[in-house]
């Protein structure tokens, strides 16, 4: 699925570990990403953690797709800053599931929390090529 995300690979998105229900991924901040307040668009913001979203979710094996997510912005980025996504299952039933992800920044105290994204999931059949 990662390999054929060309929105992701085409920000510079890197999946750095995905694993039964967990994942993390990073994103360079960068010109082009920039809003007219000279801060990340939060569209980006919203790719990067729905990208983490989408590994954690489907490293169970079978097809899964989002049902719905939504996204809280708890802090500006900037320019150069590297934002790292951690998603973290937090509950399957059925077809369903319930991921958290937490974008944040590395600063010199440790990181910053820049937002703060929950997905819903669904598990679908695969598709027929």
Same mark, same amino acid.
Do not use: Q
């Given at each position: 699925?990662?390999?054929?995300?060309?929105?992701? %690979? @085409? *920000?510079?998105?890197?999946?750095?570990?995905?694993?039964?229900? +967990?994942?993390?991924?990073?994103?360079?901040?960068?010109?082009?990403?920039?809003?007219?307040?000279?801060?990340?668009?939060?569209?980006? *913001?919203?790719?990067?953690?729905?990208?983490?979203? %989408?590994? %954690? +979710?489907? @490293? #169970?094996?079978?097809?899964?797709?989002?049902?719905?997510?939504?996204?809280?912005?708890?802090?500006?980025?900037?320019?150069?800053?590297?934002?790292?996504?951690?998603?973290?299952?937090?509950?399957?039933?059925?077809?369903?599931?319930?991921?958290?992800?937490?974008? #944040?920044?590395?600063?010199?105290?440790?990181?910053?929390?820049?937002?703060?994204?929950?997905?819903? @999931?669904?598990?679908? %059949?695969?598709?027929? #090529?």
């Amino acid at each position: 699925m990662l390999e054929a995300d060309a929105a992701s %690979a @085409s *920000l510079g998105i890197d999946v750095t570990a995905a694993r039964y229900g +967990c994942s993390a991924a990073r994103m360079r901040v960068t010109e082009r990403m920039l809003n007219g307040h000279g801060i990340a668009h939060g569209g980006f *913001l919203f790719l990067l953690a729905d990208t983490a979203f %989408a590994a %954690a +979710c489907n @490293s #169970h094996g079978p097809v899964t797709v989002a049902a719905g997510a939504e996204i809280s912005f708890v802090a500006g980025a900037r320019l150069g800053d590297e934002l790292i996504a951690t998603a973290e299952e937090r509950t399957r039933y059925g077809r369903n599931g319930i991921y958290d992800v937490t974008v #944040h920044r590395r600063t010199p105290e440790g990181r910053e929390v820049v937002a703060e994204f929950r997905g819903r @999931s669904r598990t679908v %059949a695969a598709p027929e #090529h």
